[in-house]
């Protein structure tokens, strides 16, 4: 089963990118093959570029980056989490 996991991280949220894929690996869905989709206004960090907006534009605009990048999402489940958190038990 792949899972696929999207992200956003625009501006100064791309600090949270590393610890968030840190708890994913540890306590996530362990033991199934997973797929870090990141939307970034970083283009050397990601295949997803998205442009920076200030709030709430990212929350706004989410699901229009989502489909606009579509085709290049291969999972059996998607799931998205914001970028700022992390998973602190098993899922």
Do not use: C, N
């Not at 610890?19 to 990141?38: R, T």
């Amino acid at each position: 089963m792949k899972i696929g996991i999207l992200l956003i991280a625009t501006g100064k949220y791309d600090v949270f990118v590393e610890p968030l894929k840190a708890s994913l690996d540890e306590f996530f869905l362990v033991g199934h093959e997973k797929q870090i989709y990141l939307f970034t206004d970083k283009p050397k960090d990601s295949e997803f570029y998205v442009p920076h907006e200030k709030w709430p534009g990212p929350t706004l605009h989410r699901y229009k980056h989502f489909v606009q990048y579509h085709q290049a999402i291969d999972a059996d489940y998607l799931f998205y989490m914001d970028v700022d958190m992390k998973v602190v038990a098993p899922v």
